[in-house]
């Protein structure tokens, strides 16, 4: 149980166009996701949390305008590029804790490799 | 906000040795302690988690030791294997927020 998948695993696109990435839990619910990036080498950021139903909250120095978060349902939340450029490849990764328990477990998705030609 | 201190960022031991990576926070708030290990291009996996009201917990050959006090917590990983080589990232949550703030990453080398 406990199952977050991301779509797609991986995406090329070119500098200026915009790029969606979903997270979708399988086997629960959860009001809350977590959205997070990491460079090569580097660690996981939290860039976003994402909240059902609401504005999702920013990390200081992310931009909203250009990271669209959309948590449409208890299942989905959507990550929205806008305008990517080559600074902005990295590995994106979500998580989500289930909604009714007492664990402060999270479950990671499998990540999306985006490239920005 | 939190900020999460991870040493070292290498470590190499040898096949059944021990291997112990430190993390230390800032925020006194913080209650929720796990342990990742990553490979390549893959999510982290939670092997191990503490809460604040414990001070020690283990898993097999995986322990994890937690100083309130100090706000330090530690890994340590016993009979170490080539399988265990990874990176490896300790992350700490704020009480009532769960969003995880990581450490910089040990990357682990288990020589056969």
């Known amino acids: 149980g406990a199952v977050v998948s991301q779509h797609p695993s991986w995406v090329i696109c070119k500098s200026g166009t915009s790029v969606k990435i979903e997270c979708r839990s399988l086997d629960f619910q959860a009001t809350t996701m977590f959205w997070y990036r990491q460079f090569p080498k580097q660690s996981l950021m939290l860039m976003a949390t994402s909240n059902e139903g609401s504005k999702a909250t920013y990390e200081q120095g992310v931009e909203k305008d250009k990271f669209l978060i959309n948590h449409a349902s208890l299942t989905l939340s959507t990550l929205t590029v806008t305008s990517a450029h080559p600074e902005d490849s990295s590995f994106y990764i979500c998580?989500?804790?289930?909604?009714?328990?007492?664990?402060?477990?999270?479950?990671f998705g499998p990540g999306t490799r985006l490239t920005v030609t | 906000g939190e900020n999460v201190e991870q040493h070292p960022s290498t470590l190499s031991v040898q096949e059944g040795d021990s291997a112990v990576i430190k993390c230390t926070y800032s925020d006194s708030a913080s209650n929720y302690f796990p342990w990742y290990k990553q490979e390549l291009g893959k999510r982290p996996q939670l092997i191990i988690d503490?809460?604040?009201?414990?001070g020690e917990k283990k898993d097999q050959r995986i322990a994890v030791t937690l100083n309130k006090t100090a706000k330090h917590f530690s890994l340590h990983i016993t009979e170490t294997q080539p399988e265990d080589s990874a990176v490896y990232f300790c992350a700490a949550s704020l009480t009532g927020r769960r969003a995880l703030t990581f450490g910089s990453g040990t990357r682990l080398q288990v020589q056969p």
């Open positions: 503490i809460r604040s009201n414990v």
């Open positions: 998580s989500a804790s289930p909604l009714a328990t007492v664990s402060y477990e999270q479950y």
